[in-house]
């Protein structure tokens, strides 16, 4: 018989750092754009996994001098090649088990019938098949589910935290009709100590000190400081190149079909990193602390 721990080691051994499960029913009261019951009426649960940021992926950003690798290896492949293929993998296991799986990649950009930063039907792009279902593409919030599958809370920053790797992972889910056991929710709160470290060090001043988003989800108050999302696009992108704020003179060519990531989250990931890492609150842990020197930053 398939349980949770079984789906959870397999999906290990496929290479997955992290594992939750959610019940659906901690879904109540979603948007209908982003309700994953939708996609399947009789899903009994769903499965988040997680693959960790390598910490020395964001090392060549903190100095300066080397852009490629996370760009590279730590957003495209993340999603485009590895959960990819955890997905496949663990697909095909529930399915040997005669229970349907159906993976969800993080790969929202274009098929998603809503903008995914503002939440808005876009224009032209789809209608429902019938009046009583959302137009397609359905758009999960990987970092609710996450929320869902209790693997950590959502930061001040809205970056996911998770008790492993503080703000280092990306997600991607299967929906399934195996009835597994969920996991526990974290209590909001209890990673995020509203240091305001992220808010501070973001060059681009994408997330307000003051403006927060409030959301109840599965009974639990979820907050985060408003982000301006084209800030925080501009700041991440180094704004325009050919200007001093960028330290690239050329553009360089996407990277798995992520651009450039120049500021590299540094606020949001970085110094919120910096920051769980001093408190001992990431059991990632390291010998030497990621910030040894003064670092360079945008003005
Ligand atoms: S930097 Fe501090 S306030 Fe911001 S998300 Fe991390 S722990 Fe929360």
Redesign the pocket.
């Known amino acids: 018989m398939i349980t949770s721990e079984k789906v959870k080691n397999a999906a290990k051994k496929f290479g997955a750092d992290l594992v939750g499960i959610a019940s659906m029913d901690r879904f109540e009261g979603a948007p209908k754009q982003m309700d994953p019951r939708y996609i399947n009426p009789d899903a009994k649960a769903l499965i988040v996994i997680g693959l960790r940021i390598p910490r020395g992926a964001l090392r060549g950003i903190e100095e300066g001098t080397y852009f490629l690798s996370y760009s590279s290896q730590a957003y495209g492949s993340i999603n485009m090649i590895y959960n990819p293929f955890i997905l496949y993998h663990l697909t095909r296991y529930i399915e040997d088990h005669g229970y349907e799986a159906t993976p969800i990649p993080n790969d929202y950009y274009d098929w998603p019938a809503i903008e995914y930063h503002s939440g808005k039907l876009k224009e032209n792009w789809s209608k429902p098949v019938s009046p009583e279902k959302p137009a397609p593409d359905v758009f999960i919030h990987f970092r609710i589910a996450a929320f869902c599958a209790g693997l950590g809370e959502i930061?001040?920053?809205k970056?996911f935290?998770t008790p492993e790797f503080?703000?280092r992972q990306r997600f991607a889910c299967i929906l399934t009709d195996a009835p597994l056991k969920p996991d526990p929710l974290v209590e909001p709160g209890t990673?995020?100590?509203?240091?305001?470290?992220?808010?501070k060090e973001c060059s681009a001043g994408a997330i307000s000190t003051k403006e927060t988003i409030k959301i109840k989800v599965a009974g639990k108050q979820l907050e985060w400081g408003k982000l301006d999302i084209e800030a925080c696009s501009k700041g991440f992108q180094g704004m325009k190149p050919y200007t001093r704020y960028n330290p690239f003179i050329g553009e360089p060519s996407p990277a798995i079909l992520y651009s450039r990531a120049i500021e590299g989250g540094r606020?949001?990931i970085r110094?919120?990193m910096i920051?769980?890492e001093k408190q001992g609150k990431t059991r990632n842990r390291f010998k030497e602390p990621f910030r040894k020197r003064k670092t360079w930053q945008m003005e």
């Open positions: 930061g001040y920053s970056i935290l503080g703000p990673i995020c100590d509203r240091c305001m470290m992220c808010v606020g949001c110094a919120c920051h769980l």
